[in-house]
């Protein structure tokens, strides 16, 4: 597109459901934040929306087990998560939430309209019922044994042990978690957004008019959706939280938290645009705007795909990009919450800038590493070292250690005022600094436009380690002792630190401009040092060697960061660790206190029921990783009649070449079903020792493949 008359950038609504982790923080509101902290310093404009996601199950799932409602679980997390953003330097123009009233309006306007044009279509399905509590059951209110690992409490939508995606359907003796009960199924009818009717347009949408442009993770994951074939997706559900379904007689009905969600950008647009007497139209109808959805891995089919249908269907600009983040591990794990492995940003606020030692230096010290390892384009992992070490040897020992010592050596040299420059004195590292500062500019410009932020980040502290290596050539320190008779530096000396440290100083004000997006509080207190106004920051000063007038008193050097030490670095390994235990211990509590002495046996079945299941032995001959799937294994199996393709969620058991020849007992007759796009045609019969370690239930010698067993 031409150059913008305006941006419109978002970040994921993050769930109302608890306190959100600093890998969240890198994946879709720190980045954001960046580019839109340098679109502001080049006056443009630009409206950063974003808000908290209220709605779906995920909330009242947490309402049950804080004995609370929906209502007051939203309204404590949103002030958690307005809070926490604010305090690490999150900048949005707005921090809505879905539960506003002008939210609902959006949405029911917005499926109203869909729904009007013909867009959408009604389906009657049967899904889960709960007779006893009497109500349709969400994927999450489910839970069974997983068909893949065989853990008994798998949710509707995911087994949390495996990993893998599952529907209720595939669920093996599902129950409600609401009474503890077997569903039935029970006819229903939804609403449904058929994106099969929009393949052809996505393909050439994301796939050729994009293919330049949008991150390389990001257009994977779409070809993949795409080349699975779209199906229709439902848009409303049976709850009693969230938007109500604006059609008479769907009084039970609310507007599935994926349609809503997104909607939620809109008004947020609108309520900002209330607030400061704006029209918000042109920012979702304009062509001449440019909207940015930042997003983490896991967002990318809503965004990139589902989101685009509905704008396109409703008659809004589409988003000219989606740069998604991958995951950020902490310390050799997955992060996660629930697990116990993770850094809350609220707990990273409380441990170290609410300390008296803490405050903003700490906040940019969080930013600087989160950016230098962002998970840009594959998975990253933080570390306690590694986030002391990039402290510690980068931020204080290159960029802050360079603004130290041009500050104290212009303090002791040039009488605490910015210098002249002698033109006639001008030599080569002299040109070639100034020349690094143009080009540091033209380099941060192109990283940050095309999202590489970690790039953009890595050119300034290279051009600050540049500033020390021309301040230690240049050694104005040894050119003062060129004494005169008056006891001062000869003039000629003192020409000589006049245009070393008045470029020095040039150089100082133009990192001031170039850390402002990534590090704000940083280059506010360099602004501060500088007796200038925060106006200085402006793109448009980059680059430029008359940023600080000659003759110009500045004030004393104030250190930018403090180190980390070693103790804090042990301390929050070893909080991390007991966080973690502590919650397996609890975990391990709750199971023993609901496991009976005696094995519970499933429900009581008839023979001709067991008669159905066709049990049939086969030999492994192949076997390989599924991709992007730490639990699964692809098996090539022999079952002398035919080969079969199975997926088992067994890779943490076996590795693929020591499973090569083993003889396994398949059920032969199992519906096939697709699994990280494989079609998966039977499945293994496994048992599980007393240690929990996976065993393959097989013949006790070598029987013909395809004998039955019975």
């Known amino acids: 597109m031409t150059t913008p008359k305006r941006y419109l950038v978002t970040s994921a609504l993050p769930y109302a459901n608890g306190p959100k982790h600093i890998g969240h923080l890198a994946g879709a509101y720190l980045p954001a934040d960046i580019y839109v902290r340098y679109l502001r310093a080049q006056k443009k404009d630009v409206v950063y929306v974003c808000g908290s996601d209220e709605h779906g199950a995920a909330i009242t799932i947490q309402a049950m087990k804080e004995n609370t409602t929906p209502k007051a679980i939203v309204d404590k997390y949103h002030a958690m998560l307005k809070s926490n953003m604010a305090d690490l330097g999150i900048s949005f123009d707005i921090y809505h939430r879905t539960s506003e009233p002008l939210h609902h309006e959006t949405a029911q306007a917005f499926f109203t309209d869909l729904n009007d044009k013909g867009f959408l279509e009604q389906h009657e399905t049967e899904q889960f019922y709960d007779e006893q509590a009497q109500t349709f059951l969400a994927d999450r209110y489910i839970v069974g044994t997983c068909p893949v690992c065989g853990y008994d409490n798998a949710f509707g939508d995911q087994c949390e042990k495996c990993g893998t995606s599952l529907s209720p359907e595939q669920l093996i003796n599902p129950r409600s978690t609401l009474s503890g009960n077997t569903p039935i199924k029970k006819a229903t009818k939804h609403w449904y957004l058929p994106l099969n009717k929009h393949e052809d347009f996505l393909r050439k949408w994301i796939l050729e008019d994009h293919k330049n442009d949008w991150k390389s993770n990001v257009l994977g994951q779409c070809k993949s959706w795409l080349d699975l074939g779209l199906q229709p997706r439902a848009v409303t559900r049976d709850l009693d939280w969230g938007v109500p379904v604006p059609v008479k007689g769907a009084d039970s009905k609310v507007l599935y938290v994926w349609f809503d969600a997104p909607i939620g950008y809109i008004s947020a647009t609108k309520q900002w645009a209330l607030d400061h007497d704006k029209d918000w139209k042109p920012y979702w109808n304009d062509k001449e705007t440019k909207l940015v959805h930042f997003i983490g891995k896991d967002n990318i089919v809503f965004h990139a795909i589902i989101f685009p249908v509905m704008l396109q269907l409703h008659g809004n600009i589409l988003p000219d990009n989606v740069p998604s983040n991958e995951f950020m591990n902490l310390e050799g794990d997955k992060m996660s919450t629930s697990r116990g492995w993770s850094i809350e940003m609220e707990d990273y606020i409380n441990d170290f800038v609410k300390q008296p030692n803490g405050g903003e230096q700490l906040v940019d010290a969080l930013r600087y590493y989160l950016t230098a390892i962002a998970p840009e384009t594959k998975d990253s992992e933080f570390t306690w070292k590694g986030f002391q070490d990039a402290v510690n040897s980068e931020l204080v020992a290159v960029f802050g250690n360079y603004i130290n010592r041009a500050f104290v050596l212009m303090h002791k040299l040039c009488g605490g005022k910015v210098p002249k420059f002698h033109n006639d004195l001008m030599d080569d590292a002299d040109k070639q600094l100034l020349a690094d500062i143009l080009t540091t500019k033209a380099t941060i410009e192109k990283s940050i436009e095309t999202y590489h932020f970690r790039d953009g980040l890595a050119e300034v502290i290279a051009l600050a380690r540049k500033g020390n290596k021309y301040m230690q050539d240049k050694q104005p320190w040894i050119t003062a002792k060129q004494i005169g008779d008056d006891g001062q530096p000869t003039e000629a000396a003192q020409a000589l630190i006049d245009n070393c440290m008045h470029i020095c100083l040039q150089l100082a004000a133009n990192l001031a401009i170039f850390i402002n997006p990534f590090l704000p509080n940083t280059a506010k207190k360099m602004c501060y040092m500088m007796k200038v106004v925060d106006k200085m920051l ?128 398949v059920v032969a007759n199992l519906a096939p079903r697709k699994m990280r796009g494989i079609e998966s045609n039977g499945m293994i019969l496994m048992a599980e020792d007393a240690a929990g370690k996976l065993k393959f239930v097989a013949p006790n010698e070598t029987t013909n493949n395809g004998a039955g067993v019975s």
């Open 538 to 665: 402006d793109w448009d000063n980059a680059g430029t060697t008359k940023l600080l007038s000659v003759g110009y008193s500045l004030r004393a050097p104030e250190l930018l960061f403090r180190k980390i030490e070693d103790a804090e670095v042990a301390a929050q390994i070893e909080k991390l660790q007991q966080k973690s235990n502590q919650l397996k211990m609890n975990e391990q509590s709750t199971d023993a206190a609901e496991t009976p002495a005696a094995p519970i046996l499933k429900d009581t079945i008839q023979f001709d029921d067991f008669a159905k299941i066709d049990l049939k032995v086969g030999t492994i001959t192949a076997a390989e990783k599924v991709e992007k799937a730490d639990k699964l294994l692809k098996l090539t199996v022999d079952l002398g009649f035919e080969i079969r393709t199975i997926v088992s969620g067994i890779a943490l058991h076996f590795t693929p070449d020591a499973i090569i020849g083993k003889q396994v007992v």
